[in-house]
């Protein structure tokens, strides 16, 4: 078995289905980006192909080999393109489905991004939702199951993943990109979960945005005007930026409040940081913190919902009324 990372629980319960000759004809895989749920479902289709597959290690197996590359001639792997799958690639699928397999037992269907299919797309899917052809298994893995109409959903095996936790996301990036313990601890703390965004956030821009970040939250008051600024210009150029920032922001107001109602150590996310962290959650009231924490909500949420909002001035106005609440004065 290559490695499911956190899914051992998912991925007993497919096998388990496997095995028992129980598996639905349609799944929909659903959970947060970046935690392997394409992973577990091109697994899935070589344990439903391979007569072979065990849960023990047989990487060498010319049939699970050529699934995982996508070159089986019964399993297909759909990726969006330029964002989003189109009815005609949607019939292109169904027709595949319905010929019989040529060696495998199943003819199986993985669509990545599931959410991306559009809506005639769906519409027209759900005819081999309803009547799906004999061995034919169709897998659709999203990270926004909202986005699918209703009648499709019905229509699907739910199987849920959960987020990855910290200590798996740390030995992944440790063995992945070679750091320290410690940097991998901190990285996979701000990742909420997914180890996806954890390598994102492991990438130069991060860092130094994180940095940035920090660096103004825990110089509080004392932060220049100009460098504020700076600050809020450099965040705001992009939407995915400033959402960055603001989630950079949270974990600093979450790990103060971690440190000041005395929860574990190992509950605060930024640890490179918590010789600087632990005085500034004695400076802090509560209220403070909550204050701080709406100021970003609020941001993030006018940023979230307006297409032609002016970024730079959101950015400026939050950034000025935080600073101005950890001087004590009221925003
Ligand atoms: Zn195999």
């Given at each position: 078995?290559?490695?499911?990372?956190?899914?051992?629980?998912?991925?007993?319960?497919?096998?388990?289905?496997?095995?028992?000759?129980?598996?639905?004809?349609?799944?929909?895989?659903?959970?947060?980006?970046?935690?392997?749920?394409?992973?577990?479902?091109?697994?899935?289709?070589?344990?439903?192909?391979?007569?072979?597959?065990?849960?023990?290690?047989?990487?060498?197996?010319?049939?699970?080999?050529?699934?995982?590359?996508?070159?089986?001639?019964?399993?297909?792997?759909?990726?969006?393109?330029?964002?989003?799958?189109?009815?005609?690639r949607v019939r292109y699928l169904q027709s595949?489905?319905?010929?019989?397999?040529?060696?495998?037992?199943?003819?199986?269907?993985?669509?990545?991004?599931?959410?991306?299919?559009?809506?005639?797309?769906?519409?027209?899917?759900?005819?081999?939702?309803?009547?799906?052809?004999?061995?034919?298994?169709?897998?659709?893995?999203?990270?926004?199951?909202?986005?699918?109409?209703?009648?499709?959903?019905?229509?699907?095996?739910?199987?849920?993943?959960?987020?990855?936790?910290?200590?798996?996301?740390?030995?992944?990036?440790?063995?992945?990109?070679?750091?320290?313990?410690?940097?991998?601890?901190?990285?996979?703390?701000?990742?909420?979960?997914?180890?996806?965004?954890?390598?994102?956030?492991?990438?130069?821009?991060?860092?130094?945005?994180?940095?940035?970040?920090?660096?103004?939250?825990?110089?509080?008051?004392?932060?220049?005007?100009?460098?504020?600024?700076?600050?809020?210009?450099?965040?705001?150029?992009?939407?995915?930026?400033?959402?960055?920032?603001?989630?950079?922001?949270?974990?600093?107001i979450r790990d103060l409040m971690t440190l000041?109602?005395?929860?574990?150590?190992?509950?605060?996310?930024?640890?490179?940081?918590?010789?600087?962290?632990?005085?500034?959650?004695?400076?802090?009231?509560?209220?403070?913190?909550?204050?701080?924490?709406?100021?970003?909500?609020?941001?993030?949420?006018?940023?979230?919902?307006?297409?032609?909002?002016?970024?730079?001035?959101?950015?400026?106005?939050?950034?000025?009324?935080?600073?101005?609440?950890?001087?004590?004065?009221?925003?």
């Amino acid at each position: 078995m290559t490695d499911i990372l956190g899914h051992k629980k998912v991925f007993d319960v497919l096998e388990k289905s496997a095995t028992d000759r129980q598996t639905a004809q349609s799944y929909l895989f659903s959970g947060k980006e970046g935690i392997g749920k394409l992973h577990v479902a091109i697994e899935f289709a070589c344990m439903l192909n391979c007569p072979r597959y065990t849960p023990t290690d047989h990487l060498e197996c010319g049939i699970c080999d050529r699934i995982r590359k996508g070159n089986h001639p019964d399993v297909r792997i759909e990726t969006p393109i330029k964002g989003s799958i189109k009815i005609d690639r949607v019939r292109y699928l169904q027709s595949f489905l319905k010929y019989s397999p040529v060696e495998a037992p199943f003819r199986v269907i993985i669509i990545d991004d599931a959410h991306l299919i559009n809506r005639a797309a769906q519409n027209a899917l759900l005819k081999t939702l309803e009547e799906p052809p004999a061995y034919s298994l169709m897998i659709l893995v999203t990270s926004r199951s909202s986005h699918l109409l209703p009648t499709v959903r019905s229509r699907l095996r739910k199987v849920m993943f959960s987020p990855l936790t910290r200590s798996v996301i740390t030995k992944e990036l440790v063995r992945i990109k070679n750091i320290s313990e410690e940097e991998a601890q901190t990285v996979a703390g701000l990742s909420s979960g997914s180890l996806g965004r954890a390598l994102e956030l492991h990438s130069a821009g991060a860092t130094n945005l994180r940095k940035s970040v920090m660096d103004f939250f825990n110089a509080g008051s004392n932060f220049g005007l100009a460098p504020l600024l700076e600050l809020s210009a450099q965040v705001s150029v992009d939407q995915r930026k400033l959402f960055d920032a603001i989630e950079f922001g949270m974990t600093w107001i979450r790990d103060l409040m971690t440190l000041k109602l005395g929860g574990p150590h190992s509950s605060v996310i930024n640890t490179d940081l918590i010789d600087i962290l632990r005085p500034s959650a004695q400076h802090y009231s509560i209220e403070e913190l909550l204050r701080i924490r709406d100021l970003m909500s609020n941001g993030l949420a006018l940023v979230d919902s307006e297409t032609n909002i002016n970024r730079n001035l959101v950015s400026d106005v939050m950034f000025l009324r935080i600073r101005q609440t950890m001087s004590g004065k009221s925003a």
